[in-house]
C-alpha cells in the first residue's frame, strides 16, 4: 500500500505540475491548443493513475500496475518541453521522453496482465521501442539542440546539448520518425497477430485491452506517417485529432484493465465457492464437481501422477487413462514450482496464467487433501492387488502340485496296483503277502487321492464351483441348498471352496450361494461346533470380503461376502 501511494501522488504532482506547465505558453502545449485537450490530458492521465492504483492490489497484477503508472507519467511529461517552464530539469524531461509514451503502452500490452514478457519478439519490441523514442528521437535528438542558439532566450538550459547541430539534431529527429513508423507498424501486426491465434480464453482475459492498445498505437502509427515529410513529430490540427484519439484509447485501456481486474475478483469469489461447497461436502470427487461447474466443463477431470511408474489417478485412487483423448487439454496446477495435480480440460479453457494462478491459490489446500487422499486410496489398492497376486500364486502352485500327484507318483502307484493284480491272477496258489500288498496300495492310493483333492480339486478349475462342491458332498454330509452355475475368478472360487470344505468336515453342513448388489455371498450352517477360519480370514480380508458368524441354538451359520470385478458383469468366466 505505501508504494502504490507513493506512485500515486508522484502521478497527481505530476498532473499539477503539467497543467502549470502548459499554461505558460499556450501555444507550446496541445492540451490548450487542440479542444477539449485539457480535459482530454487529465481524463486520460488519471484514469490510468487510478487503474494503476486499483490493479496492484492483487500479487500478479502488480508489474502490469507500475508500467499503467509509468504510462501516466510517459502521458505526462511531452507537455514538458515548453519554453515557458521555469525547470531546465522540466524542460530536459520533456525533451528526453517527448516519444515514451507509446513505447511504455507498447510494454504493457506486451506483457499484460502478468507484466512479464513471455517471447523474444516481445523482448526485441520493447527494447526497440525504448531505444527509438527515448533514445533516437528524445536525448539523441536533444543532443545537438541548444533553444538559446535557435531564438528562444528564454528557454530554460537543455542538460542533454553536447552541441549546437541543427542539421544533425534534424537527421536524427528525422531517423526517430522513420524507424518510429516502422517500429509501430510492426507493433501493431504483433500485437494483431497474437490476439488472432491467441486461444479462446487467453482472449477473454487480454482481447479487449489489447484491442485499446491497437487502438492508441495506429492513432500514434498515423501520426508519425504524417510526420515522415517534416522529419519531426507534428503539432498542427490534424495531430491534435489524433492526439486526442490517443487519448480516448488510453482511457479505454485503463477501463479495460480494470474490467479485468473485476473480472478476476469475481473468478476468486467463484473460487472461494468452491472451497466452502468441498468443506460443506468433503467426498471424493467433490472437488471435481465443484471445478467442471464453476468452469462448465462437465467432462473434467483431475489427475493426480502417483509413484514411480508415473501413473495418473482420481481422487477415489482409480487409475486414469494417459495420455488423455484426442480434443482434451491439460494444465499442471502448481505451487511453489511443486506439482499438485492435472486438470485434463477442454482446449482452451486455461490458457490464462492468471486464471491458472488465481484457481491455485483458492483450492490449493482442498487439491493437497485430495492427492493425499487418492495416494493412500492408491496404495491400498496396490496392497490389496499384491496380495490377490499372492493369493493366486498360491493357488496356482497347489494346482500343480495336485497336477504333479495326480499325473506322477498316484499314475505310478496306480501300474504298481495292477501289476500286482496281474500277478495275484497267475499264482495259483494262495498267497496272503500279494492280497496284504494289493489292499495296502490301494489305500495309498485313496489317501494319495484325498491329498490331491485337498490341495486343490481339478473340478474346481475344469467345471466350476457347483460341480466341484456336488462332487465334494459324495464324500461327506454336505446339502447344497443353492448353487450358481455362473463362473467367477479364480480365487473367489477357490476361496468359496476351501471354507465349504473346511467347515463340512465331518459336520452336517448347508450351503447356499447367491449373488446380490454386485456380492457373491455363500451361507454356510454347520451343526455343532464352529472350525477354526483363522487361516481363511487373512485370505477374505485381502479380497476385500468379509466374513460374519452367528451361533444360535446348536448350530453355526458363517457367511462370507465378496466383492465382484468389473461392473456390469454378473459373471466373470475364469481365466
Not at 93 to 99: D, E, Q, S, T
Not at 156 to 167: G, H, I, T
Not at 213 to 228: I, N
Request: aromatic share 6%.
Amino acid at each position: 500500500m505505501p508504494i502504490r501511494l507513493l506512485l500515486l501522488g508522484v502521478g497527481a504532482a505530476l498532473s499539477l505540475l503539467t497543467v502549470l506547465i502548459a499554461r505558460a505558453e499556450r501555444g507550446f502545449s496541445m492540451a490548450f491548443t487542440t479542444p477539449h485537450g485539457l480535459i482530454a490530458l487529465l481524463g486520460a492521465g488519471w484514469t490510468l493513475l487510478i487503474v494503476a492504483f486499483a490493479l496492484g492490489s492483487r500479487p500478479s497484477g502488480r508489474r502490469a500496475g507500475i508500467l499503467l503508472f509509468i504510462a501516466a507519467y510517459a502521458w505526462f511529461l511531452p507537455e514538458w518541453d515548453n519554453p515557458g517552464t521555469t525547470s531546465s530539469v522540466a524542460f530536459s524531461l520533456g525533451l528526453a521522453f517527448n516519444a515514451a509514451c507509446p513505447a511504455v503502452v507498447g510494454h504493457l500490452a506486451l506483457a499484460y496482465p502478468g507484466g512479464r514478457l513471455g517471447s523474444w519478439p516481445a523482448r526485441v519490441l520493447v527494447v526497440g521501442g525504448y531505444a527509438i523514442t527515448v533514445g533516437v528521437q528524445g536525448v539523441g535528438a536533444a543532443a545537438y539542440f541548444r533553444p538559446q542558439a535557435h531564438g528562444c532566450p528564454q528557454c530554460p538550459r537543455n542538460w542533454w546539448a553536447l552541441a549546437d547541430a541543427p542539421a544533425s539534431a534534424q537527421s536524427i529527429a528525422s531517423l526517430g520518425v522513420q524507424a518510429g513508423t516502422v517500429w509501430l507498424s510492426t507493433l501493431i501486426a504483433f500485437l494483431a497477430w497474437r490476439l488472432l491465434t491467441s486461444s479462446p480464453a487467453a482472449r477473454r482475459s487480454t482481447g479487449l485491452p489489447t484491442l485499446c492498445t491497437l487502438g492508441y498505437v495506429t492513432a500514434a502509427a498515423v501520426s508519425y506517417v504524417r510526420s515522415l515529410d517534416r522529419g519531426f513529430l507534428g503539432f498542427d490540427a490534424r495531430d491534435g485529432q489524433l492526439w486526442l484519439m490517443q487519448a480516448g484509447a488510453l482511457s479505454l485501456l485503463a477501463a479495460a484493465a480494470l474490467a479485468d481486474l473485476f473480472r478476476i475478483r469475481l473468478r476468486r469469489r467463484e473460487l472461494t465457492r468452491v472451497v466452502i461447497d468441498i468443506g460443506a461436502a468433503a467426498t471424493p470427487g467433490r472437488l471435481r464437481d465443484a471445478i467442471a461447474e464453476r468452469l462448465d466443463d462437465p467432462d473434467l477431470q483431475i489427475a493426480y501422477p502417483v509413484g514411480v511408474d508415473h501413473r495418473h489417478i482420481d481422487a477415489s485412487g482409480s487409475p486414469i487413462a494417459w495420455p488423455p483423448q484426442p480434443g482434451r487439454a491439460t494444465t499442471t496446477l502448481r505451487l511453489s514450482d511443486a506439482p499438485l495435480a492435472i486438470l485434463i480440460h477442454r482446449p482452451g479453457l486455461l490458457d490464462d496464467p492468471v486464471a491458472v494462478d488465481e484457481l491455485v491459490s483458492g483450492i490449493h489446500m482442498a487439491l493437497e487433501h485430495e492427492r493425499l487422499h487418492a495416494e493412500s486410496q492408491a496404495q491400498l489398492a496396490d496392497l490389496r492387488a499384491s496380495g490377490a497376486r499372492i493369493i493366486t500364486a498360491g493357488d496356482e502352485e497347489r494346482r500343480r502340485l495336485e497336477r504333479d500327484l495326480h499325473d506322477g507318483a498316484q499314475q505310478r502307484l496306480v501300474g504298481l496296483a495292477l501289476g500286482l493284480r496281474l500277478l495275484r491272477i497267475r499264482t495259483t496258489t494262495p498267497a496272503p503277502h500279494l492280497d496284504h500288498a494289493e489292499a495296502e496300495l490301494e489305500q495309498a492310493i485313496s489317501d494319495l487321492r484325498g491329498v490331491a483333492r485337498g490341495l486343490y480339486p481339478v473340478l474346481l478349475k475344469e467345471a466350476g464351483l457347483a460341480v466341484a462342491l456336488e462332487a465334494l458332498g459324495h464324500t461327506r454330509d454336505l446339502r447344497i441348498q443353492d448353487a450358481p452355475s455362473a463362473r467367477y475368478p479364480d480365487v473367489l472360487e477357490s476361496t468359496v471352496y476351501l471354507m465349504v470344505a473346511r467347515m463340512s468336515e465331518n459336520r452336517t453342513t448347508t450351503v447356499g450361494i447367491d449373488e446380490r448388489n454386485r456380492q457373491l455371498i455363500t451361507s454356510v450352517t454347520v451343526i455343532g461346533e464352529m472350525p477354526s477360519l483363522a487361516d481363511l480370514t487373512d485370505r477374505i480380508t485381502t479380497l476385500e470380503g468379509a466374513l460374519t458368524t452367528h451361533t444360535e441354538h446348536g448350530s453355526t451359520q458363517a457367511t462370507l461376502q465378496l466383492p465382484l470385478p468389473c461392473p456390469g458383469h454378473s459373471a466373470v468366466a475364469n481365466s
